[in-house]
């Protein structure tokens, strides 16, 4: 049995907490050595997104989740709904650079935004699987921040349901269709792919 098989099937053996749009288990495991030069650094932690950088190690369609070795070499099995899954199945492999968004609503859930592959694109491309129309925010960064008030400019562009668009600013977010959003995630070049939006 693989890991990511036990992580689904065993309550005991690991944390699991709860998500929108996606599950995670977390088990703990010995800190890694270096982190791969080639991820962006991890985003400001204080603030409500979050984000686990990593490499895929394993992917399972059967149960509908991937396994990610985190840079500090914790193990995180994240359970997607079949489309996202079907689109990492045809467009990456194991030990491809990934990051999960999130947001930490409690100690115990985890709402997963968006699944990201960077390098795998020149641009920030991002790929709307949440099955419905998103809303799509973009601003510029101010002093290496996302998110501030003061931050210029946002474009909005709305995608229709396995839509996808390219980002030209430095920050994004996204909402359901006719919601709204403050852009406080760091855009970077490869395809993301967006699994539920939110304010």
Not at 31 to 44: G, I, K, M, V
Not at 65 to 82: C, E, H, I, S, Y
Not at 83 to 88: A, D, K, P, T
Request: aromatic fraction near 6%.
């Amino acid at each position: 049995m693989t890991w990511l098989r036990a992580c689904a099937s065993s309550g005991s053996a690991v944390l699991l907490v709860l998500a929108l749009g996606g599950t995670v288990a977390a088990q703990p495991a010995p800190p890694a050595p270096a982190a791969s030069p080639t991820l962006p650094p991890a985003p400001d932690s204080g603030r409500p997104q979050k984000s686990a950088y990593g490499t895929m190690s394993a992917i399972d369609k059967s149960l509908s989740a991937v396994a990610m070795k985190t840079r500090d070499g914790r193990k995180l099995a994240w359970k997607f709904p079949p489309r996202v899954i079907e689109q990492i199945l045809t467009s990456f492999k194991v030990g491809d650079p990934m990051i999960v968004i999130y947001r930490q609503i409690s100690p115990s859930e985890k709402r997963v935004t968006a699944v990201a592959f960077p390098g795998s694109a020149a641009t920030p491309i991002y790929v709307n699987t949440t099955g419905s129309r998103v809303l799509v925010r973009t601003s510029p960064m101010v002093g290496g921040v996302c998110g501030a008030p003061d931050a210029g400019p946002i474009s909005e562009s709305i995608l229709p349901a396995d839509g996808r668009a390219e980002v030209q600013e430095a920050c994004w977010c996204c909402a359901v269709d006719g919601e709204s959003c403050v852009p406080g995630n760091k855009s970077g070049n490869g395809r993301a792919y967006l699994v539920s939006c939110f304010k």
